[in-house]
């Protein structure tokens, strides 16, 4: 019962927001002047710019302007200029096809629902949250939506002790949209995240692909079962992939929408540019590259390369001089970013170690080789299902997406490219995949609707279905929402909530040696403990007071990206703060000082580590977690 309710209150909020972004759409629309009518195209067109134009303005508004976000402006600029042209020529050609709006919208409240109801199920079908927590990355992710709300600067480093208020690169756009629709629900950010801001951004991902389904054809029951399926598409990944040594990390480039929520609007922008790759419109495509690169500032080298050697390759085909300007546009914004960004950047930017004095050239360019290579088989082995079914096509769909091949081309080797230059940087092979994975199966999706739609042979029809449905079905382990054994016992976690919820917010924790096993636990700025806490809410975030005792080894490739984060950690730079001034004389008295100059109230301590004797003495209550052994210690002092 409690589960409905939950899923009555977010679809009401998300039903509410895809209303409250198509009304700003819509006075857009009006206060230009753009000629439009009922249609899918028209519905994604105005949603889309009022979740822009909301975000935007709740981004700018917040951060007094010092937003990455207020360059959006540029892309809107020629989006609406694309629309006015757009809207004069179907008005003038009388081409535009008509949808009726209670179709458009009883398809959009079905979508919702089952997006909504998917979410809810599951993250909150137990009585406890904490028993399904995502992935400590989405955790981290609500924290920093508060942080940047709260301290009024796009700064993903959670501090605050130690006020930064510079600017650091960061996938902002639905942090903001997520803290603005928090504010106007009233909801906790981490809840808000999982069940509506995705939730949204995947609706309208599904809009996106019925417009490109509707220019390619006419909108029928087949085109919304298509959409809808294209939204669980992925490679095929088998189990005994793992006990292959050159396949165990292939599972990499099998992820799909709703298996990361937090590609949602990657996929969202992407559909932008897809249709104006499937329309060879070059304006709609630079300003989905534009969109795309501003919202996910990561993605902005592949994006802006990969769609310059596009627009030079169109250029030579077409010889139209007109189309080099969309360069100049491109290098315009970047450079406009890169200055903005510069200018008030972060004093606490860990930048990961991409090239040092001691280089082995040879080794560098022999694992850029193997990079590329192997995961060019990589992709082969997971999309093998789908190369096969185009291959039979290939002549019909090259005559027909010729635009859409040359740029998936360029987007997979110039990932592959930057991946291999970078691929000492932690997560570099993010630059590849959270953008290529994506283009590679919304492309599929579109190939395959267009060869469905395009034959007459009902088996043929039905044939693909299958296929789709085959796809479909190799993800129903995700879609089964298995029950994950909880993380935490439900009376440690309710103790503890209850302990907390009217203290500070600042805490502290301690880790050991044995709690470092990896890269990512070595980060103290998203590796945290209690992580339940966001629950009560997102402005916990306990500090590590064990940075000192960070395993570093000088031999490892990612030492020195390793080195920088400790040293850029907040009980790091007290301590080195306190030897400047003379002040220091050992790691546990700093440590007991920092907790009383900082009104710290609790502590959470791993299974592997315990508190000091100094810290011992400021204890006043203790609880300790039968699961996962965490520690908490109430303090009084």
């Not at 970047?334 to 200055?339: D, H, Q, S, T, Y």
Request: net charge positive; proline share 2%; charged share 15%.
């Amino acid at each position: 019962m409690e589960t409905a309710l939950q899923f009555l209150q977010y679809f009401s909020y998300n039903v509410i927001s895809l209303l409250l972004f198509f009304s700003i759409g819509t006075l857009a629309y009006k206060l230009l002047n753009i000629q439009s009518n009922t249609s899918y195209k028209t519905t994604f067109y105005r949603i889309a710019i009022g979740l822009l134009i909301f975000t935007m303005s709740v981004a700018v508004f917040r951060t007094s302007g010092k937003s990455v976000l207020i360059f959006l402006a540029i892309p809107l600029y020629t989006f609406f200029s694309y629309l006015y042209n757009e809207g004069k020529v179907e008005k003038a050609k009388n081409t535009h096809e008509h949808t009726d709006y209670k179709e458009i919208i009883l398809s959009i409240l079905f979508i919702c629902a089952f997006i909504t109801g998917y979410f809810t199920y599951k993250y909150l079908r137990s009585d406890e949250l904490c028993s399904t927590l995502p992935n400590l990355d989405y955790n981290y992710y609500a924290k920093v939506s508060t942080y940047i709300w709260n301290q009024r600067t796009e700064n993903a480093y959670i501090n605050y002790i130690q006020r930064d208020g510079g600017l650091m690169p960061y996938h902002y756009f639905e942090l903001w949209l997520n803290i603005g629709l928090s504010k106007i629900f009233g909801t906790n950010q981490l809840y808000q995240l999982m069940l509506s801001t995705y939730a949204i951004c995947i609706c309208i991902v599904w809009l996106g692909l019925m417009t490109i389904f509707n220019y390619i054809g006419r909108i029928n029951w087949y085109a919304y079962i298509f959409a809808g399926l294209s939204l669980f598409i992925s490679g095929i990944y088998f189990s005994f992939y793992k006990e292959i040594d050159f396949l165990s990390q292939t599972n990499l480039f099998a992820n799909y929408l709703f298996s990361m929520p937090k590609l949602a609007t990657v996929y969202l922008f992407l559909t932008i540019i897809l249709l104006g790759l499937v329309k060879n419109n070059i304006k709609l495509f630079i300003t989905g590259v534009i969109f795309l690169s501003i919202t996910y500032t990561t993605m902005l080298p592949l994006l802006f390369t990969s769609a310059t050697l596009y627009i030079l390759c169109m250029y030579v085909i077409l010889r139209e001089p007109k189309i080099l300007t969309n360069i100049l546009l491109m290098v315009c914004t970047a450079l406009l970013l890169f200055i903005f960004l510069y200018l008030f950047r972060s004093k606490s930017i860990v930048h990961a170690e991409t090239f040092n004095k001691d280089i082995n050239i040879a080794q560098h360019i022999k694992t850029m080789i193997n990079i590329f290579g192997g995961t060019l088989i990589h992709l082969s082995v997971i999309f093998i299902l789908h190369l096969v079914i185009l291959s039979v096509y290939a002549k019909d769909l090259f005559k027909r997406f010729k635009y859409n091949i040359a740029f998936l081309i360029l987007c997979v080797c110039v990932g592959l490219f930057e991946w291999g230059i970078l691929h000492k940087m932690l997560d570099s092979v993010q630059l590849f995949y959270n953008f290529n994975v994506p283009l590679i199966i919304l492309t599929f999706c579109i190939f395959l609707y267009y060869i469905s739609y395009n034959t007459e042979k009902k088996l043929t029809k039905n044939f693909i279905l299958i296929i789709l449905l085959i796809l479909v079905s190799n993800n129903l382990k995700v879609l089964a929402c298995k029950k994950r054994l909880p993380q935490y016992d439900s009376n440690y976690v309710h103790n503890v909530l209850n302990e907390i919820k009217i203290l500070n917010p600042n805490a502290a924790f301690l880790y050991g040696e044995e709690d470092y096993n990896t890269v990512f636990l070595k980060n103290p700025n998203v590796t945290v403990p209690a992580q339940f806490t966001s629950i009560l809410d997102t402005r916990i975030h306990p500090i590590s007071l064990s940075v000192f005792e960070t395993p570093l080894d000088e031999s490892s490739p990612t030492y020195t990206t390793e080195k920088k984060m400790v040293e850029a950690s907040i009980f790091y730079r007290y301590v080195e703060e306190k030897k400047i001034k003379h002040q220091f004389t050992t790691i546990e008295v700093a440590q007991k000082d920092f907790i009383t100059e900082h009104n710290i109230q609790y502590i959470f301590t791993s299974r592997n580590t315990n508190l000091n004797s100094s810290l011992q003495s400021l204890v006043k209550k203790h609880l300790k977690d039968s699961i996962s052994g965490e520690q908490f210690y109430l303090l009084e002092y």
